[in-house]
Every structure is written in structure tokens, then in C-alpha cells.
């Protein structure tokens, strides 16, 4: 199996997060209420706030907005 070229990520990367169970459950609630994965919404605010400081790498591609994808991933 080849390893990607240096500088090109394929796919989303998994990072291992240890989180306070109550943090956990306040962020699910969250998560929930805006339609989104627990992961889709940590996503979101970290990107947020890379934003809000300033340090959103250009490169980065846009998140795919809340609720389920489309049944047809040809329709908007």
C-alpha cells in the first residue's frame, strides 16, 4: 500500500479525545439541538474558534452543513 504524498492528507483524521463526562453530555445536548454528531459539533466549534483567533488555514474545507446528507449526494 502506497503512503500518501507529503502535504496531502486523504480523508478526515481521528484524534482520541478524553473528555469530563458532564462536558461530554452538555456538548451532546448541544449537538443535538443543532442537529449535528457529537464529533460534527466539537469540529465545528474548534473551527470557530480557529476563526474568531484568526488561524483558519485557508487549505481547509468547508464543514458540511447540519442535519442529515442528502438520500442523492447529486442534490444540494
Given at each position: 500500500m502506497d503512503?500518501?504524498?507529503?502535504g496531502k492528507e486523504r480523508?478526515?483524521?481521528a484524534v482520541p479525545l478524553r473528555i469530563d463526562p458532564a462536558v461530554h453530555q452538555?456538548?451532546?445536548k448541544w449537538a443535538a439541538d443543532?442537529?449535528?454528531?457529537v464529533n460534527a459539533q466539537i469540529e465545528f466549534l474548534l473551527r470557530r474558534a480557529l476563526d474568531d483567533?484568526?488561524?483558519m488555514p485557508a487549505k481547509a474545507r468547508p464543514?458540511?452543513?447540519p442535519g442529515r446528507p442528502p438520500t442523492n449526494p447529486?442534490?444540494?
Open positions: 503512503a500518501p504524498e507529503a480523508g478526515r483524521k452538555a456538548l451532546a443543532d442537529l449535528r454528531s483567533a484568526g488561524r464543514m458540511r452543513g447529486e442534490q444540494p
